[in-house]
């Protein structure tokens, strides 16, 4: 493949991966009115969580096609973090109407 085509798919998975991140923020501000500035936090413990663990499977000779529930279970890991600290967290810093 053209060093162009790689970097156009580059600039596209980017850009993607930053739409996620503020769309979170836009629908977490527009229904909660709390700025929840964890987003980036929780992407960045995915990735580690996510890489950890294909490392390892990879490490203990998984084949390649293995991966792929990885990256399902690491995504789960932190939705199942951010419901905790939506759950702990984020009720402390709401401020009453009144």
Do not use: H, K, P
């Given at each position: 493949m053209s060093i162009l085509?790689?970097?156009i798919?580059?600039?596209l998975f980017y850009a993607s991966v930053l739409f996620l991140i503020a769309a979170g923020l836009s629908l977490?501000?527009?229904v909660m009115r709390i700025v929840n500035m964890a987003h980036g936090s929780l992407y960045g413990v995915g990735?580690?969580?996510t890489a950890w663990m294909?490392?390892?499977a990879l490490?203990?000779?998984a084949p390649l096609w293995a991966m792929f529930p990885l990256l399902l279970l690491?995504?789960?890991a932190v939705a199942l973090i951010g419901a905790v600290m939506a759950q702990q967290g984020l009720p402390a810093l709401r401020v009453s109407a009144a």
């Open positions: 085509v790689i970097q798919l580059n600039s977490i501000f527009g990735a580690y969580v294909v490392g390892r490490a203990l000779g690491g995504a789960a």
